[in-house]
């Protein structure tokens, strides 16, 4: 088992940055592949990054690629998605989520979620 809480999210202005923690317990994340999801209200929940457990990362975007840096430090059992550049159209609960070493975009093939966290992006 493994128990996931992110923390982090708050309002921004348009052009800030914030950073997500997703602390990990339960189980150490070396072993698992963890991603950010995002959902916006009225909307279905969505692929951000993802960092397997060698440390490859991916992202959804280029945009993303651009904006947002995911990390983890494997000491603290802690996975960031450091977000600049915030967009309006960023507004989310976003999630973390883990599953067995490989990461995936799809949400159906995590196993472990946390609660989220809202961003809110002012323009």
């Known amino acids: 088992q493994v128990q996931l809480v992110e923390s982090g999210g708050g309002l921004v202005q348009a052009g800030g940055s914030l950073r997500l923690s997703c602390a990990a317990s339960?189980?150490?994340?070396?072993?698992?592949?963890v991603a950010w999801f995002r959902q916006a209200p009225g909307k279905g929940r969505e692929f951000v990054a993802a960092?397997?457990?060698?440390?490859?990362?991916?992202y959804a975007t280029d945009s993303m690629k651009d904006r947002f840096t995911i990390s983890r430090d494997i000491v603290k059992n802690t996975v960031y998605l450091q977000m600049n550049s915030l967009k309006p159209e960023d507004t989310a609960v976003y999630y973390c989520?883990?599953?067995?070493?490989?990461?995936?975009?799809?949400?159906?093939?995590?196993?472990?979620w946390g609660q989220g966290t809202q961003v809110t992006v002012s323009s």
């Open positions: 989520a883990a599953r067995s070493r490989v990461p995936s975009t799809s949400v159906s093939d995590y196993l472990y």
């Open positions: 339960g189980r150490t994340l070396s072993t698992y592949a």
């Open positions: 960092i397997a457990w060698t440390g490859g990362r991916q």
